[in-house]
């Protein structure tokens, strides 16, 4: 690669179910924010690229195409990519290949999902992803099929629900300081133990809400970078990896694909000891116990030891490693694609020190952004440093 890449600039739209705005309409509100935030047009991007998820969620075919205008992409080089939630780190990782190369000095990163329009509700598109042989005949949906994991995980390493519960009160507690949240509150354990049960072990507050919304960032080349803005958070590692998609066939208590991308991005920004030189770090979190299983995966904790790490407040916005001090996919919402670029931008904002209230103490360099999907088998990591 020929040349180093930051973020200049980032925009989000409020996550939220919505009546009125189309994908294309969110899409153009993120881009326009993130373009403003560094003080540029479209005239100045030479690429975009888009992150959104299957084109059900939106209701229209040929999503990539519908949203391209919207996304700035009209008469520019162009291009579309998913991987279920582990798009929103994959669509910038994606924009980091295009200007690392020297093809382009700039390009424009946009994620953006509808999932209202999803009719009659997100579960009737996931369930067409299954084996239709193995699986499909089963009537599966991700909530009993992540139960069956976070049961695994819980057994593996003798943890109860008490164990993971806290990470939906510190997370729905921190996204009370987000001004783009859906499901901010100040909640207990009990609460959550006692919220609706889904399928068992997993409660309704375990669980990131349906949402509509769109993020934007804006990728420079080195030379461009610095003639935009006087603080650059440069992309120093990116990491990706797939496993098979039989989830029936697979340790569920251990995701080996995010320890793959994470050795991926941490070679690649020469990470020797990440529990060290990682300050914050946002995991993705569609469901309590997978900040958790994240967490070790990205090699922050050993295997079934993450649990204790939050019981100790070590995962607090004020602890010795801030995990999601966004609020996360659980307390920020969860539209798919653009929750993991989400992500990206908070630490992005963070090691600018510009988070607002949800700024971490002592000024962070180092931080990673991380994000998951398909079926359980989709790891994407991108480590940033100021």
Known sequence: M?????????????????????????????????????????????SVSLGTAPDAFDGVHMKGEYLSDGSGGWRKPYMRQFVGGGTGVFAPIHGWMHVASGMFDTCLVVCSEKMSTCYPHPQGAFLTIFDHTTEQALDPTLIWIFALEYNRYMETYGLTKRDIAPVSVKNKKNAMDHPSAQLPMDITVDDVLNSELLAWPVNRLDISPASDGAAAIVLAGEH????????????????????????????????????????????????KEPR????????????????????????????????????????????????CPSGGALGVGNPISATGLMKVIEIFLQLRGEAEKRQVPGNPTCGLAQAWGDLMQVGTVVVMRR
């Open 2 to 46: 020929s040349q180093k890449v930051a973020i200049v600039g980032a925009g989000i739209t409020k996550f939220v179910r919505r009546a009125q705005e189309t994908g294309k309409e969110l899409a153009w509100q993120a881009s326009k924010m993130a373009l403003d935030s560094c003080g540029l047009s479209l005239k100045d991007i030479d």
């Open 224 to 271: 461009a970078a610095k003639r935009i803005t006087d603080k650059p958070v440069w992309i120093d590692g990116v990491g990706w990896n797939l496993d098979t998609a039989y989830w029936a066939t697979r340790d569920l208590s251990y995701p080996r694909y995010v320890e793959k991308a994470a050795r991926m991005a941490y070679d690649m920004a020469g990470i």
């Open 276 to 323: 060290r030189e990682i300050e914050i770090a946002e995991p993705y979190d569609p469901f309590t116990y997978k900040e958790l299983h994240h967490m070790e995966g990205l090699l922050l904790a050993d295997r079934g030891e993450a649990p204790q790490l939050l019981a100790d407040g070590v995962t607090q916005r004020d602890g010795d490693r801030p995990m």
